[in-house]
């Protein structure tokens, strides 16, 4: 390990490598008094901006749901559940309904294929082989020269042709800080890996075994075959599993496909077209390693991972490179239990080498290639191992983002704006204002949305009952009035009462013993730090731990309950 690697993993970012608490991140370490009020204040004012660009059909311009909701998750956990209950249903139906529309064409497409090919005789016997070119046609990414044009993930995830949207989307385009080539560079359907992309395109499958009927292997082949050609799109892909995740959806289960088994498919083909390049490669790992040791990932695309582009030289000749090996080094550090675990030995060896080529790229000026974007990708990549800028002072280099930041508008308020800026790009930017990175979902705990109908509202000549809710989450203790009608139930209550104009919030996750509690008022649980949020009965001035879950208890006038964070440890 080199001495400037050393140096800065003296940085004191025990914060940032999982942000427990939205409101505890200190993105230098302690000591920084004004750099944290200053990032607050511009998390914040971003924070407000973002969300005000999220149209009327819940979607982000152009074509960036994914991103912004991904960006807002990280930067403010409890973002989407302090929306109200029709704001929640609208931006995860639009998530969904986004990636239903790039996979249920595909599938369409796929199955037409397999339809129009004859069903082979089950006696003959031989290869058969399958082109790639089938799956669509390569991408041409929009090349900005703005100052938001190297919006990295934003456009290098987008494997998927033009035509997959219906039309073409174009960045815009001016002269500043932001621009990078190291999209263009990402977002090529050729280049290094498209040769043995052509060589795989002609490999073949062994025949169904002869017992097989003719029925049986087209049901088969055309269930397979399904969605195969989405690996055009699969850095898209992952970016919206990401994105689901973030909001407490399931990726194993999505309208009858497995993402997660998809996605291991698409590993296992790369590189091909459109999939080619280990930025789009990243996010992939990411979607995966994300949920934790629940997902298997294959070693094989474990290994493919340290490798990477070039693993004898990871800093390479490409100056815009640093994107990449940010998004690398976030994937890996991610995936490091599921590494370590198949023995991988050379696992932090190979992380340390490119945390010393992105630390070696510090510009004078302070940043990372020269823009908002690298530079921030940079800051997640380094907090994810608990390392710091050498050139620059960790404050100095938080200094420059903002500088850029505040002089374009994008943290003051009601600013207006000459060009239109890249929502995209602002989402790369943001989780590093919460001391989060793109792999901090795999430690993180979600403030998991409640997605559940409201009840119906009170009728005249309702019968209802009142009780009192006490919230304490260790810190504070808010008193709530609740009414509901006669015979609902606490969870019934708490719909309620978040449906009313009080601030109150909850989040909740099913189980096999009905729904239980993980988060109030963006307050989450935490495994990590074993805690639990507990319900407590009050009678007669004494406590007692209900014996029921939120779904099992069903209050009476003047009752008294009491939702607490509860340590375990």
């Known amino acids: 390990m080199s001495i400037p690697y050393l140096a800065c993993i003296l940085f004191l970012c025990v914060a940032c490598l999982l942000s427990s608490s939205d409101a505890a991140c200190m993105l230098c370490g302690p000591g920084f008094p004004e750099l944290d009020e200053r990032l607050s204040e511009a998390k914040s004012a971003v924070i407000d901006w973002l969300m005000r660009e999220q149209r009327g059909d819940g979607s982000w311009p152009p074509a960036s749901t994914a991103e912004s909701v991904l960006g807002l998750q990280l930067a403010d956990r409890g973002w989407l559940n302090g929306q109200d209950l029709n704001g929640r249903h609208l931006t995860k139906a639009r998530l969904e309904y986004e990636l239903l529309r790039y996979l ?29 070119s089938e799956s669509g046609s390569t991408e041409r990414s929009s090349r900005g020269h703005g100052r938001h044009s190297s919006s990295s993930a934003e456009r290098s995830s987008r494997g998927r042709s033009r035509s997959e949207s219906g039309s073409t989307e174009r960045s815009s385009r001016g002269h500043g800080r932001h621009s990078s080539s190291s999209a263009e560079r990402r977002s090529r359907g050729h280049g290094r890996h498209s040769s043995s992309s052509a060589e795989r395109s002609s490999r073949g499958r062994g025949r169904p075994s002869t017992s097989a009927s003719a029925d049986r292997i087209e049901e088969v082949r055309t269930r397979q075959c399904g969605l195969q050609g989405f690996s055009r799109g699969a850095g898209t892909l992952g970016q919206y599993m990401l994105a689901l995740q973030s909001v407490c959806c399931d990726t194993d289960d999505f309208y009858g496909v497995d993402l997660d088994r998809l996605m291991t498919r698409l590993l296992r083909d790369f590189p091909q077209e459109n999939f080619n390049n280990f930025f789009q490669y990243s996010l992939a790992i990411l979607s995966l390693c994300s949920q934790g040791s629940e997902t298997n990932i294959p070693k094989r695309a474990l290994r493919r991972l340290a490798v990477g582009s070039n693993r004898d030289d990871p800093c390479g000749s490409d100056p815009h490179s640093v994107d990449t090996l940010s998004m690398q080094v976030m994937a890996m550090v991610c995936a490091r239990p599921q590494a370590m675990g198949r023995g991988l030995g050379e696992w932090e060896d190979i992380i340390d080498a490119r945390v010393q080529c992105i630390v070696a790229s510090q510009r004078a000026d302070c940043s990372f290639g020269g823009n908002t974007i690298t530079t921030a990708l940079a800051l997640q990549a380094l907090s994810a191992v608990g ?25 003051r308020e009601n600013a207006t704006f000459t060009v239109h800026p890249s929502v995209g790009s602002i989402a790369q930017i943001i989780p590093i204002f919460n001391c989060n990175n793109f792999g901090s979902f795999a430690n993180a705990s979600i403030d998991c949305p ?3 109908l409201a009840p119906a509202p009170f009728q005249p000549g309702d019968l209802t009952t009142s009780f009192k809710l006490l919230v304490d989450d260790g810190s504070t203790v808010i008193d709530y009035g609740v009414m509901i009608i006669q015979g609902e139930s606490l969870y019934t209550g708490l719909l309620r009462l978040e449906d009313s104009d009080v601030g109150f919030t909850f989040g909740t996750l099913p189980s096999s013993f009905g729904r239980f509690l993980v988060s109030l008022n963006g307050v989450p649980s935490s495994s990590t730090d074993f805690t639990y949020w507990s319900i407590v009965e009050v009678e007669g001035g004494v406590e007692g731990l209900a014996n029921s879950g939120i ?19």
């Open 104 to 132: 249920v064409p595909q599938a369409s497409a796929d199955r037409a294929q397999v339809q129009e090919r004859p069903v082979p005789d089950s006696n003959e016997s031989g290869p058969r082989g399958r082109s790639r």
């Open 450 to 452: 409640n997605y559940d």
């Open 551 to 569: 779904e099992g208890l069903f209050p009476v006038e003047d009752d008294c309950y009491i939702i607490r964070l509860t340590s375990y440890a």
């Open 387 to 411: 390392a710091a800028p050498v050139v620059c002072p960790c404050d100095v280099t938080a200094d420059f983002l903002l500088d850029v930041l505040d002089q374009e508008g994008y943290t």
